[in-house]
């Protein structure tokens, strides 16, 4: 089965994914599955078909990225039915992908099962650090975002609505992605962000300067 994950599953996510211009391309897919498989090296109790699954079709049914996502998740299990995927297995990735998002936590969080854990870390990992900073103002300018207003202060608590309408990029940091690291859930993951949080840290702190704020 494992063979199924990676060749049916990862081009068939490549396909759909290859016209994503708000960062999460088949590129960010690719990191999350390496992302995924250092954090397994640890984690030997997880099942890593389950995990590799869910960190490659993550983001097929995200809210923010598909019109009906209802739609989307049928699709989603439809495949996973075709490529002999178990009824137990298409459950626990289902599960994941429906319940790992950051919106999705906002507002009430949700117990994930290890797997689920690991992808989460996984997919979280991607938004910090080097690649979270270019990701972030390639997200926003996508959409049209402001870049900074010092004026506009970082909002405390959000909801998933607050969330979905965001004030600049840079207050994007401080309200999820500086608080993404405390969020982890395995060891391996949180080693992994020391380094991409000091290196956002770092950023913040130029950028302002060089904003003369």
């Known amino acids: 089965m494992m063979e199924t994950a ?8 490549k396909q759909q994914m290859q016209r994503d211009h708000t960062g999460h391309n088949f590129d960010h897919i690719e990191r999350v599955v390496n992302n995924a498989q250092s954090i397994l090296v640890n984690e030997s109790r997880a099942n890593a ?31 996973l039915q075709e490529w002999n995927y178990s009824g137990a297995h298409i459950d626990a990735i289902l599960e994941i992908i429906e319940h790992m998002s950051f919106s999705k936590n906002l507002e009430h969080h949700y117990e994930l099962s290890v797997e689920g854990q690991i992808v989460q870390d996984a997919d979280r990992l991607d938004a910090i650090g080097a690649i979270g900073i270019a990701r972030a103002f ?7 975002e402001r870049m900074y207003d010092p004026k506009i202060k970082p909002r405390e608590e959000l909801t998933v609505e607050q969330y979905r309408t965001p004030t600049t990029i840079v207050n994007h940091f401080y309200e999820k992605l500086l608080r993404i690291k405390n969020s982890l859930n395995t ?18 702190a130029e950028f302002k300067v060089e904003w003369g704020n």
């Not at 995990?51 to 495949?79: C, E, N, R």
């Not at 080693?191 to 770092?202: F, G, I, N, S, T």
């Open 6 to 13: 990676f060749d049916q599953v990862g081009p068939y996510v």
């Open 49 to 79: 078909l389950i995990v590799l699954t869910a960190a490659y079709m993550h983001d097929l049914i995200d809210d923010k990225l598909v019109d009906d996502p209802g739609k989307q998740t049928a699709i989603v299990k439809s495949k």
């Open 138 to 144: 390639y997200y926003g300018g996508h959409f049209g």
């Open 187 to 204: 060891d391996t993951a949180r080693e992994m962000a020391r380094v991409r949080q000091k290196v956002m840290q770092d950023f913040l």
